[in-house]
């Protein structure tokens, strides 16, 4: 039902999408109408959304925004949770999805994680993002883990960008989207309506840091939003090791 109720309506504003996309200028109708999409999409399966903690952030300032990844649910949940505009960094494969591939064509980062001329190429157009005070939105999971809700294994990229550029990363946590619309075998479901909670952390600073703090960054975040995913009862104390286990196999 999600993906079906996806496919038609983003029919229904594509035309739209298609003529603000050709000019860089719209790009930020563009962003507004997504969010309008977004919230036109969940409201029509049944879910509502919930913010637990709003952080601010300056729409005058750039970051990196860094989500935990469980679900498809988590782009949508993004752009209706963020309100400050934002490119996101995708995988490649997204330019193979018809109609939805023209924002990656022309507005988000697709990232070739395969190449690592691809990869470069990518990070360079994000740097070159923020610099135009544009922020951008990465999963540093790269992809959705088979141990979601826990943390799969987070990838070097985000935490990079943030240091080389010295802009702050804002740790978002979605607590329910992996079960609202599970990935894996359960996606055949379609999904379920319920309540969806987000918590959004205020930025961590990375003015000073450098290349050797990025393990130390990436451990900061990691411990954030882990302990939001225990506080609010996404995941359970013992559940630990389950994201090192699976990497390992």
Request: net charge positive; charged share 25%.
């Amino acid at each position: 039902m999600f993906f079906v109720n996806g496919i038609l309506t983003f029919m229904v504003f594509f035309p739209v999408f298609y003529v603000l996309l050709q000019n860089e200028k719209w790009f930020g109708k563009v962003f507004k109408l997504k969010r309008v999409w977004a919230k036109f999409l969940i409201n029509n399966v049944g879910i509502r959304h919930r913010i637990i903690r709003d952080c601010k952030l300056d729409p005058n300032k750039a970051y990196v925004i860094c989500p935990n990844h469980g679900s498809y649910l988590d782009i949508i949940l993004t752009y209706i949770s963020i309100p400050v505009y934002f490119h996101f960094m995708g995988k490649a494969e997204l330019k193979k999805v018809p109609f939805f591939n023209k924002f990656f064509d022309k507005m988000n980062i697709l990232v070739d994680r395969s190449s690592i001329i691809g990869s470069h190429k990518a990070f360079v157009r994000a740097a070159q993002d923020i610099d135009k005070g544009i922020s951008i939105a990465i999963f540093p999971e790269a992809t959705i883990p088979e141990c979601a809700p826990v943390l799969g294994r987070l990838k070097n990229g985000a935490f990079k960008l943030a240091i080389e550029k010295q802009v702050p990363i804002v740790p978002v946590v979605f607590l329910d989207n992996w079960r609202l619309l599970p990935d894996g075998h359960l996606k055949c479901t379609g999904g379920c309506p319920g309540i969806t909670r987000v918590y959004i952390h205020d930025p961590i600073e990375t003015k000073g840091l450098t290349e050797n703090d990025l393990n130390a960054l990436k451990k900061q975040y990691e411990q954030i939003l882990t302990a939001t995913l225990k506080e609010y009862g996404s995941i359970h104390a013992d559940e630990d090791c389950r994201r090192h286990e699976v990497t390992k196999a």
